[in-house]
C-alpha cells in the first residue's frame, strides 16, 4: 500500500509538472522582480543594518560627482539595475517626464512622492530658470535622504520647496498608487489645478491603478492618454504613465 501511495503521489506531481514549468516561464520576469525587490532587500537590511534608501544613498555619494546632477542619475540608474532593485521612474520613462517638462516649461510643479530623490532631481534639472518645485514625501526617512541628494545634485531651497499654497503648473505622481485618485481629487477641491495644468502619473498599469484611470476616463474633466512603456530596471513587465491635462471645472 505504500508503495503505492508514493507512485500514485508520482504520478499526481508529474501531471502538474508540466503546469508548473508553464507558470514559471510565463510569469519568469514577476519572479525576478520579487527575488530583487523583496528578497534581497530584506537580506541586505539584515546584513548591513541600513535601509535600501540609505544604501542607494551611500553607492550615490561615492560613486556620482558633486553638483552635477546628470551623474546623480546615472549612478542611481547603475545600483537600481545592477546593485538592488528601488522603484525610480528610471531612465527610460524618465525620458518621457524629461520630454514633457521641455514642452511645458512649467513654472511650479508638483511632485507627489519624492521617495529617495532620483525623480525629484530629475525634474529639477529641467525646469527653467525661476521655476519653483514643492517636493512632497511622507516617509521622513525617505525625505532626509532624498533632500540629502538634492544637495549633492547641487540644488537648495531656492529651488525646491516643501509647501504650496497655489496653482500648479505641473504635477508628478509617483507615490502610493491607492492615494493616485483621492490626491487628484484633492487638487482639483483646493484649487491648485488651472485650465491647462498637466499630470503624470507613473505606474498606472503595473502595479497600477485602476480606480484613478477609471476616474479620469469618466469626470470628464481630462484630455488624457497613457504612455507604454516597460517598468523601471526590469524586463518583460509592462507598465505605464498617464498624461492628464486638466479641462477645467465644468
Not at 502610493?176 to 483646493?190: F, N
Request: charged fraction near 25%; include cysteine; glycine fraction near 6%.
Amino acid at each position: 500500500p505504500h508503495v503505492a501511495l508514493l507512485w500514485l503521489c508520482c504520478a499526481i506531481a508529474l501531471a502538474f509538472l508540466p503546469l508548473l514549468l508553464t507558470l514559471i516561464i510565463r510569469y519568469r520576469y514577476y519572479f525576478v522582480l520579487f527575488y530583487r525587490a523583496v528578497l534581497v532587500r530584506i537580506w541586505k537590511d539584515c546584513i548591513t543594518g541600513l535601509s535600501r534608501e540609505e544604501r542607494a544613498y551611500q553607492y550615490v555619494l561615492t560613486h556620482s560627482t558633486p553638483g552635477d546632477p546628470d551623474s546623480i542619475l546615472e549612478a542611481f540608474d547603475y545600483w537600481c539595475s545592477k546593485v538592488e532593485y528601488i522603484s525610480n521612474i528610471g531612465p527610460k520613462k524618465g525620458k518621457i517626464l524629461d520630454r514633457i517638462l521641455m514642452e511645458q516649461s512649467p513654472l511650479t510643479v508638483l511632485e507627489l512622492g519624492a521617495h529617495c530623490g532620483y525623480s525629484t532631481v530629475r525634474i529639477a534639472r529641467a525646469l527653467p530658470l525661476g521655476a519653483r518645485l514643492y517636493s512632497i514625501e511622507m516617509d521622513q526617512t525617505n525625505a532626509a535622504i532624498a533632500e540629502k541628494i538634492l544637495r549633492l545634485a547641487g540644488f537648495d531651497d531656492d529651488t525646491v520647496r516643501k509647501e504650496v499654497t497655489f496653482l500648479v503648473d505641473f504635477v508628478f505622481m509617483d507615490h502610493w498608487k491607492k492615494c493616485y485618485l483621492p490626491d487628484l481629487q484633492m487638487l482639483e477641491e483646493c484649487g491648485l489645478l488651472g485650465k491647462g495644468s498637466v499630470i503624470l502619473a507613473d505606474n498606472v498599469l503595473f502595479p497600477g491603478a485602476p480606480k484613478f484611470l477609471r476616474y479620469i476616463r469618466k469626470s470628464g474633466l481630462y484630455e488624457w492618454k497613457i504612455h507604454r512603456a516597460m517598468l523601471e530596471y526590469s524586463k518583460g513587465i509592462r507598465d505605464g504613465m498617464a498624461e492628464l491635462v486638466f479641462q477645467g471645472i465644468k
